[in-house]
């Protein structure tokens, strides 16, 4: 296995370890990935999707956006996370909503950028 595809597996393990906004599970709905590579450095920035509501919206817990999409905003769990992997930084942008959490494994920087709402570009794309 090469060294690009271990750290891409890694990433995708460490993203594991955190719930899903929408679901608790990222691969319920699906998530949207980008991953971005350096020399020292590789990152994974993850959007969870919406999910489309038929009914109309009744106020059960979710938050709703103006496209109609729906998500839940979760209680992060991060005790797993900080007991597999030792963290450099970890933020929490709540103007941008998303979590920043770094670390150093195989000799790179390792970074997650994990979005607690859906891409508004992605929405709006969708949409036409």
């Given at each position: ?5 271990t750290?891409t597996?890694?990433?995708d393990?460490v993203l594991?370890?955190?719930l899903c906004?929408?679901s ?12 971005l590579?350096?020399?020292d450095?590789y990152?994974?920035e ?6 489309e509501?038929?009914?109309e919206y009744k106020g059960?817990g979710?938050?709703q956006?103006?496209?109609?999409l729906l ?13 597999a992997?030792?963290l450099d930084h970890?933020n929490f942008?709540?103007?941008r909503?998303?979590f920043e ?5 195989f000799g ?7 979005h607690?709402?859906p891409?508004?570009e992605?929405e709006?794309?969708d949409?036409?």
């Amino acid at each position: 296995m090469s060294d690009e595809s271990t750290i891409t597996k890694r990433l995708d393990e460490v993203l594991q370890m955190i719930l899903c906004p929408i679901s608790g599970c990222w691969p319920i709905h699906g998530c949207r990935c980008a991953y971005l590579q350096d020399d020292d450095y590789y990152g994974l920035e993850v959007w969870p999707v919406g999910v489309e509501e038929e009914d109309e919206y009744k106020g059960n817990g979710h938050k709703q956006t103006e496209q109609g999409l729906l998500y839940e905003l979760a209680d992060f769990d991060f005790t797993e996370l900080t007991q597999a992997v030792s963290l450099d930084h970890f933020n929490f942008s709540q103007h941008r909503q998303v979590f920043e959490i770094g670390w150093k494994e195989f000799g790179k920087e390792l970074e997650l950028r994990v979005h607690i709402e859906p891409d508004e570009e992605e929405e709006r794309t969708d949409d036409g």
